[in-house]
């Protein structure tokens, strides 16, 4: 959905069509337990300015591709979509999710030729990729034939789906986004795109937290919940086996409460706030 027709939506007073999205969550291990990547998002932002999220964005044409582009052989579309409760095109919100983070923090989830996950150490090949990533976010270059040009393999396998969230009825702006984590790859550091993002920063879940309940943390509902359940887990690879065993991921819709409070499902007045709206 273009943001054209979202403005037609909302102007006619029909609720906005929720964009299909994806973000990944980027963890590492760190001494004490494990730390979160966050980007802080453009002052100047047309959506959720100054705060502090994942890196995610919108699902596009060519990230649909990929189920039969050659360029994502370890994971298929059947298992994908079969994994987000999708008939088809599942694995296009893999693709989105990576080539998000990618586009915003530069950190890129692909293996090379030889099946080694890419590696960034060397400044000449850092300088080449740090080049792809201007072209496509100037929108020079596709994702596609950036990883065909390097021959280079989409590590969809890395990501684990956790979770699906969709904004509230009643926003000029809704998402039906689906959440990834993913271990920060070897050899790679992340650095905010200076467009969309204006800084990039590692952080325990805890941290984050403490942070955001002092005020100078600003984060969505979405992301405060994502880090209180990531806070119970001491290692990336205690965190991967928790996330996989769920085999039920139930879709969130908060609605917003009189006050401009977010009320999760199971929450009081959630039930009667669904009510009103019909």
């Not at 054209?4 to 929720?18: D, F, I, L, T």
């Not at 100037?138 to 280079?152: H, S």
């Not at 990501?159 to 986004?177: E, K, M, S």
């Not at 941290?207 to 509902?221: P, Q």
Request: with cysteine; hydrophobic share 40%; glycine share 10%.
């Amino acid at each position: 959905m273009s943001a054209e027709q979202a403005k037609g939506g909302e102007r006619s007073g029909k609720p906005v069509v929720p964009m299909p999205s994806a973000t990944v969550t980027i963890v590492r291990d760190a001494k004490g337990g494990i730390e979160v990547l966050m980007m802080r998002r453009n002052l100047k932002s047309g959506f959720v300015p100054g705060m502090h999220v994942f890196p995610g964005g919108g699902v596009d044409d060519t990230d649909f591709c990929f189920k039969n582009n050659g360029l994502c052989t370890c994971f298929d579309d059947v298992r994908a979509s079969g994994a987000l409760g999708l008939n088809t095109d599942g694995l296009a919100y893999w693709a989105a999710a990576i080539r998000e983070a990618f586009e915003e923090s530069g950190l890129l989830l692909a293996r090379d030729g030889r099946g080694a996950t890419l590696s960034l150490r060397d400044a000449g090949i850092a300088q080449r990729f740090t080049e792809h990533r201007r072209r496509l976010n100037a929108g020079q270059l596709a994702f596609p034939d950036l990883l065909q040009a390097e021959d280079l393999q989409l590590a969809a396998d890395q990501l684990t789906y956790f979770a699906h969230w969709i904004t509230p009825v009643g926003l000029p702006r809704r998402y039906d986004t689906r959440f990834f984590m993913a271990e920060a790859p070897e050899g790679q550091e992340p650095l905010q795109d200076e467009r969309e993002t204006i800084a990039a920063a590692w952080v325990s879940p805890g941290e984050a937290l403490s942070r955001h309940r002092r005020g100078d943390f600003e984060m969505r509902t979405p992301t405060v919940r994502t880090l209180e359940d990531f806070a119970d887990y001491d290692s990336v690879a205690s965190l991967r086996r928790g996330l996989a065993a769920r085999r039920d991921v139930r879709v969130q819709l908060p609605r917003i409460g009189p006050d401009g409070r977010r009320i999760m499902p199971g929450e009081p007045g959630y039930e009667e706030l669904g009510a009103e709206k019909k």
